[in-house]
């Protein structure tokens, strides 16, 4: 062979790794750990592929490549090889919005207006049954719900954030978790300054964590003085966190703030600097178009909870418009007592139907955009979309498989319709965080289900005796 014909041959070869051309040798292939084989991949990447049967392979904690079958299976070389067969993959979901301690005291106060929810009944509640034991506990129990029905990225706000932290952890999740900072005295502290403190310490102790983050949470602008508000963005603002709040979540809200500050929630906290990238408002329910305007050019993102907006009657946010608007939106469940469940299938269902009714619209609020407000959009809105969100090459492993089989799902023309409007989070049976199943074949893996159901039970004789066993 001459000079010539061999960087022929070199070129050519070149020419082919980098296409991921058919034809790899053996030695050219990616190396994986894992590649898991399935009847339909849906990957919500930026041309919405599904691949039908497809394929992801995975190296460690990130997805080295993912398509259909064929060509992933040339692209990699697999240690191991799972094969699903007739079942869904989908990105895992992400949850902007919870309190997952909160999961035992769900049913204790159903039925009412936010305000008298929170100060004649949860308040209360947790000033007698809160502390760190139960929250690290209750937490397990919340972790479990939310694997099992395909949660795999949190973002929580509540007491003892440390123990919710060492909760999230042990069950493998991935987490932005909020300490709550709030003016009065709190099940964790008597004052804002000492929250503040704690929140400084345990920010820092999680900070080399690779899927817990802790980050400020001060409560709400009628809970925490313009001060405590400060100081809580100033933290974030020192840590270069994300920081996470209730805002103009009721009507009630709203005349509160108003009478105290002469604002709306918004604009007190816009005035706050509380407004900007990397925060995440929880609700938005009581905009006006003002409130709009400042929220549109702010990089501040909503996240949205429909069960828990209708259930405590606080309104139906205009997340319509927000989109249109290119505000950061994704979707999140609140907290077991006012919801009462973390699914975020039950989630999307609403979501894709409330504003159809508030708009008298049909067209608006597609199943396959609300897809996206649980997966990348989520991701997006808490400044992840790089890592997670969507099945992509070099972004986390970070997964969900579905069984939409028999008669109770097929046949499936859409999946985005039946994500939306069919399945709940039941028919999530296998749930992989950064490259580990924390769930498989409905089996959790990282929790113990005896260990959670003697949890569970203790917890509710601690609420029984509290309130007496009366609801
Ligand atoms: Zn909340």
């Not at 898991?36 to 995975?58: L, Q, R, T």
């Not at 929220?295 to 418009?321: F, M």
Request: proline share 6%.
């Amino acid at each position: 062979m001459n000079l010539r014909s061999i960087i022929w041959v070199v070129l050519i070869a070149g020419a082919s790794l980098a296409a991921g051309a058919p034809g790899l040798r053996a030695a050219d292939r990616r190396a994986a750990d894992l590649l898991i084989e399935a009847d339909h991949v849906v990957s919500m990447n930026p041309e919405m592929a599904v691949w039908e049967p497809g394929a992801v392979a995975i190296r460690g904690n990130t997805i080295v490549a993912v398509g259909d079958l064929e060509t992933v299976r040339r692209q990699v070389r697999a240690r191991r090889t799972e094969r699903v067969g007739n079942r869904w993959i989908l990105p895992g979901l992400v949850n902007l919005h919870a309190h997952i301690a909160m999961n035992p005291m769900r049913g204790v106060a159903d039925d009412m207006e936010l305000m008298a929810w929170l100060r004649r009944y949860i308040f209360p509640l947790e000033a007698k049954l809160v502390n760190a034991r139960f929250v690290y506990e209750a937490s397990l129990l919340g972790c479990a719900e939310l694997i099992s029905r395909g949660t795999t990225t949190v973002v929580d706000m509540y007491y003892f954030e440390d123990d919710v932290a060492r909760a999230v952890r042990e069950a493998g999740l991935r987490g932005w978790l909020g300490q709550t900072i709030i003016d009065f005295k709190a099940p964790d502290f008597a004052t804002p300054a000492e929250a503040l403190q704690y929140t400084e310490a345990t920010m820092q102790r999680w900070r080399a964590d690779p899927l817990v983050r802790v980050i400020p949470a001060p409560h709400s602008c009628y809970t925490c003085s313009p001060e405590t508000l400060r100081l809580a963005g100033e933290l974030a603002v020192r840590f270069d966190s994300p920081m996470t709040y209730h805002l103009a979540e009721s009507a009630n809200e709203v005349a509160d703030v108003r009478k105290r500050y002469d604002a709306s929630p918004v604009e007190h906290a816009a005035r706050l600097g509380l407004l900007g990238k990397g925060r995440l408002a929880a609700h938005c329910v009581q905009l006006t178009p003002a409130d709009l305007g400042l929220l549109q050019g702010s990089g501040t993102a909503v996240a949205h909870n429909p069960d828990s907006n209708l259930k405590l009657a606080s309104g139906i946010a205009p997340i319509p418009e927000i989109r249109r608007r290119g505000i950061p939106v994704g979707l999140g469940t609140d907290g077991a007592a006012s919801n009462n469940r973390l699914d975020l299938f039950a989630a999307m269902d609403l979501a894709a139907k409330i504003h159809k009714q508030r708009d008298s619209d049909p067209t608006v609020m597609p199943a396959r955009d609300v897809v996206r407000m649980a997966t990348i959009e989520g991701a997006a809105a808490i400044g992840a979309e790089k890592q997670i969100g969507s099945l992509e090459p070099g972004k986390q492993a970070d997964l969900i498989v579905l069984d939409l089989s028999g008669p109770l799902y097929e046949p499936v023309h859409n999946i985005y319709s039946h994500l939306v409007y069919v399945a709940h989070g039941e028919a999530v049976i296998g749930t992989m965080v950064a490259g580990r199943w924390l769930m498989k074949d409905r089996r959790l893996l990282t929790l113990d289900p005896k260990r959670l159901a003697r949890l569970a039970s203790g917890h509710r004789g601690e609420i029984q005796r509290i309130t007496g066993g009366q609801p």
